[in-house]
T-cell receptor, first 113, second 114 residues
């Protein structure tokens, strides 16, 4: 059974801290891994990762994929209160007509002043 | 203007009632999806549609039905609502050129079934 696991499920940090969110997966014929940020609204897209070892960066956020060990991490440096959100990891298993994306349960991040 | 819209944004209904959640998109995408989100369970796929004539069940389709009225519209119906269908419902779209796995979400519909 395909699955996506995220850890921790919740996290509280102080502003300025650096956090690392984890995502591991077991899917058939992996195609891509996606990270989303969800505040009190719909998820918004952060990164799509398809190749191992290539870091993607956007401001204070960065992410990397390890296809051998089947996991990805999302790093946030110098956290701000605006980073408080649920971070969702999702995996697209197959490049076929069955274009299902499997989401993990999310990591709830709270950044306190 | 929002690319993916959902109506209503909030809805309270009673057990046994039939309700419809609507989704419209202006992105011109072929593929549309309905998800529900529950605390601790992440997003779960209810139904998805690859074009107007192609509709598929997702992970948790029991108790739901859908209609793809046009490329831009995808409706989700609860034929006889029950309390465990209380959740946040998201519509999403994706295109078929390049990054199919990148989905664009609507704002969500919060449904409470009493």
């Amino acid at each position: 059974e395909d699955k996506v696991v995220q850890s921790p499920l919740s996290l509280v940090v102080h502003e300025g801290d650096t956090v690392t969110l984890n995502c591991s997966y077991e899917v058939t014929n992996f195609r891509s891994l996606l990270w989303y940020k969800q505040e009190k609204k719909a998820p918004t897209f952060l990164f799509m990762l398809t190749s191992s070892g290539i870091e993607k960066k956007s401001g204070r956020l960065s992410s990397i994929l390890d296809k051998k060990e089947l996991f990805s991490i999302l790093n946030i440096t110098a956290t701000q209160t605006g980073d408080s959100a649920v971070y969702l990891c999702a995996v697209g298993p197959m490049k076929t007509s069955y274009d299902k994306v499997i989401f993990g349960p999310g990591t709830s991040l709270s950044v306190i002043p | 203007d929002a690319d993916v819209t959902q109506t209503p944004r909030n809805r309270i209904t009673k057990t046994g009632k039939r309700i419809m959640l609507e989704c419209s998109q202006t992105k011109g995408h072929d593929r549309m999806y309905w998800y529900r989100q529950d605390p601790g369970l992440g997003l779960r796929l209810i139904y998805y549609s690859f074009d107007v004539k192609d509709i598929n069940k997702g992970e948790i389709s029991d108790g739901y039905s859908v209609s793809r009225q046009a490329q831009a519209k995808f409706s989700l119906s609860l034929e006889s609502a029950i309390p465990n269908q209380t959740a946040l419902y998201f519509c999403a779209t994706s295109d078929t050129s390049g990054s199919r796995e990148t989905q664009y979400f609507g704002p969500g519909t919060r449904l409470l079934v009493l």
